[in-house]
């Protein structure tokens, strides 16, 4: 059965960094996408990050700058570094993996809460 499981999340102050990491089982990981979502209550989960199985990347244009994804094919992990984190990044963040539509697995999320 394919695994997604995120660590990393929690508390951190406005302002400052946290690293999310993503670890993948029972999938060739090569071959698939990854990427970070997020969602907050009464809210669509969106797009934060991805990253192709080439290497190329894709952010949300409210983290662009701030936010940088990035793999390891070797340990088949994927990591969420997030640098001058704001209130409004507060949310449970998801990890996705996919090949397309209809092949695509979610981790259970981790919450993330920026606060001081």
């Known amino acids: 059965q394919v695994q997604l499981v995120e660590s990393g999340g929690g508390l951190v102050q406005p302002g400052k960094s946290l690293s999310l990491s993503c670890a993948a089982s029972?999938?060739?990981?090569?071959?698939?996408?990854m990427g970070w979502y997020r969602q907050v209550p009464g809210k669509q989960r969106e797009l934060v990050a991805t990253i192709a199985t080439g290497g190329n990347t894709i952010y949300a244009d409210s983290v662009k700058g701030r936010f940088t994804i990035s793999r390891d094919n070797a340990r088949s992990t994927i990591a969420l570094q997030m640098n001058s984190l704001e209130p409004e990044d507060t949310a449970v963040y998801y990890c996705n993996a996919r090949t397309s539509v209809q092949n695509s697995y979610w981790g259970q999320g981790t919450q993330v809460t920026v606060s001081s």
């Open positions: 029972k999938i060739v990981f090569r071959l698939y996408a």
